[in-house]
């Protein structure tokens, strides 16, 4: 039972935070919830634009006299990958031990680092390829926040609506990858900082590009975003744990299961953002896909935050199943339009069967997502069956925003792993037909996982 002192807040730190109880949320917990998401949405959009703005900028390097390899390109796109993902190991467990609003403020800061690295880099022409690789690296900066960012929402929200807040706060937090691919473009071909952004780039048919402009534009939100979530975010004193007591989701079967899945919906999402406009440009190089690109991201990142729903009604296990369904699908519908691809038209089946990709993503990174809590309930509770109610509720969303960061910090590498097969693909075979194969039966292992789990009759943890 909550005592009066334990009910009163400590400044940002909220003592007494019980989102279960409806008396309490509707008083006062959907309030300070609303403003914690609304504020880490912004935070996440940012990061995910810093994370992948190498996507484009890779494609405009040559263009600048960079003269760069396909393979050395597609390692540039795929370096913050590898970095965000690893970061995210760290990231997963960071909430709980600094607390929600010191750890997203030092986060969202730590990103002016890459943003203003780029920014001076692309300016000199003598810039050695090897410093490039290390701000590529710093982008994952950005990519580490996702997993902070989802586990520290999930401590706000009850049970019944944290898969559809969850989805709002990734959703439109991926959309900075289609921000960012739409925005560069833009800010690149005018000096909107005037004399303080630096003199233009001068490309071989005689255009003027500021591509510093691709890091700069990022600077004055990334300030106002650190402020807002210094000055306006909350800590929750029971969310609190050593990584010693979340380190308890290692022993955790579904966390490793989850981990497979997720990497089959998030790591497709940021690999295909992170991969597609160079994929785009080298695949079909009579077309300016540029201008195109951002609609991909865009739309797994609305179907994201638009379906979580779908998820709570219907149950994330069977949502998760038949979305692999369909990416299978859509690779294949890839794989058919590259076959053709000098073809008439091509281009644009190219584009539409990507777009179904990035669709199907969204709406199974919110169902794998929603999966996450009802599979701890259940398996915290055969687990742990001393426990009460209130030590079972508290135990479970601990492990569940673990598993939630972790997963993501797994899946993350998917940034990494799909630029990187597209290349080598390119460079062993000529085309990026090998790496699609390889995609397609990864996906067929998911959905005999999500059935052989969560779906069938008699699967062990129904959901």
């Known amino acids: 039972m909550t005592t009066e002192a334990s009910a009163v807040d400590h400044g940002h730190v909220l003592e007494d935070w019980r989102p279960d109880d409806e008396s309490f949320w509707a008083q006062k917990g959907s309030k300070v919830a609303s403003r914690n998401l609304w504020i880490s949405i912004p935070c996440l959009l940012l990061a995910f634009s810093v994370w992948l703005v190498w996507s484009v900028v890779v494609a405009k390097l040559p263009a600048i006299g960079f003269t760069y390899s396909t393979n050395e390109l597609f390692w540039l796109a795929a370096l913050p990958g590898l970095s965000g993902a690893t970061l995210r190991i760290f990231y997963s467990f960071m909430v709980p031990i600094f607390g929600g609003r010191l750890w997203t403020t030092m986060s969202t800061a730590s990103l002016l680092i890459p943003a203003l690295g780029i920014g001076f880099a692309v300016q000199d022409p003598e810039t050695p390829y090897w410093l490039f690789m290390v701000l590529a690296l710093l982008c994952g900066l950005g990519g580490g926040n996702f997993a902070s960012s989802m586990a520290n929402i999930s401590f706000f929200y009850p049970r019944a609506k944290k898969g559809h807040a969850l989805a709002l706060n990734a959703g439109l937090g991926n959309a900075g990858v289609s921000v960012?691919?739409?925005?560069?473009?833009?800010?690149?071909?005018?000096?909107?900082?005037?004399?303080?952004?630096?003199?233009?780039?001068?490309?071989?048919?005689?255009?003027?590009?500021?591509?510093?402009?691709?890091?700069?534009?990022?600077?004055?939100?990334?300030?106002?975003?650190?402020?807002?979530?210094?000055?306006?975010?909350?800590?929750?004193?029971?969310?609190?744990?050593?990584?010693?007591?979340?380190?308890?989701?290692?022993?955790?079967?579904?966390?490793?299961?989850?981990?497979?899945?997720?990497?089959?919906?998030?790591?497709?999402?940021?690999?295909?953002?992170?991969?597609?406009?160079?994929?785009?440009?080298?695949?079909?190089?009579?077309?300016?896909?540029?201008?195109?690109?951002?609609?991909?991201?865009?739309?797994?990142?609305?179907?994201?935050?638009?379906?979580?729903?779908?998820?709570?009604?219907?149950?994330?296990?069977?949502?998760?199943?038949?979305?692999?369904?369909?990416?299978?699908?859509?690779?294949?519908?890839?794989?058919?339009?590259?076959?053709?691809?000098?073809?008439?038209?091509?281009?644009?089946?190219?584009?539409?069967?990507?777009?179904?990709?990035?669709?199907?993503?969204?709406?199974g990174n919110a169902s794998t997502f929603q999966m996450i809590p009802v599979i701890m309930r259940q398996e915290v509770g055969r687990l742990m069956p001393g426990l009460g109610d209130g030590e079972l509720s508290r135990q479970s969303e601990k492990e569940s925003a673990a598993i939630i960061g972790f997963t993501s910090a797994i899946a993350a590498y998917g940034a990494f792993f799909i630029p990187k097969s597209?290349?080598?693909?390119?460079?062993?075979?000529?085309?990026?037909?090998?790496?699609?194969?390889?995609?397609?039966?990864?996906?067929?292992?998911?959905?005999?996982?999500?059935?052989?789990?969560?779906?069938?009759?008699?699967a062990p943890v129904p959901c």
């Open 180 to 363: 960012m691919q739409f925005v560069v473009p833009l800010v690149i071909t005018a000096g909107v900082f005037g004399a303080i952004g630096g003199e233009p780039q001068t490309t071989a048919d005689g255009a003027s590009l500021w591509i510093q402009n691709a890091g700069f534009v990022w600077v004055p939100f990334l300030v106002i975003t650190s402020i807002a979530a210094w000055f306006g975010m909350n800590d929750i004193a029971s969310a609190k744990a050593s990584f010693k007591e979340q380190s308890i989701i290692f022993k955790r079967k579904h966390n490793w299961i989850m981990c497979w899945l997720y990497t089959g919906t998030f790591g497709s999402f940021i690999g295909y953002s992170a991969g597609f406009p160079l994929l785009a440009r080298t695949q079909f190089p009579e077309v300016d896909s540029l201008q195109f690109v951002f609609l991909g991201p865009l739309v797994g990142a609305l179907s994201r935050a638009a379906t979580g729903w779908v998820s709570d009604k219907y149950g994330g296990g069977r949502v998760t199943l038949w979305v692999f369904v369909l990416m299978i699908a859509a690779v294949g519908g890839v794989l058919f339009f590259l076959g053709i691809k000098d073809q008439p038209g091509a281009f644009w089946g190219f584009f539409a069967m990507f777009m179904v990709l990035f669709l199907a993503t969204g709406i």
């Open 422 to 458: 597209y290349g080598s693909s390119i460079a062993m075979t000529g085309g990026p037909e090998a790496a699609l194969i390889g995609f397609m039966i990864f996906y067929a292992t998911c959905v005999a996982i999500t059935w052989l789990f969560y779906t069938r009759k008699s």
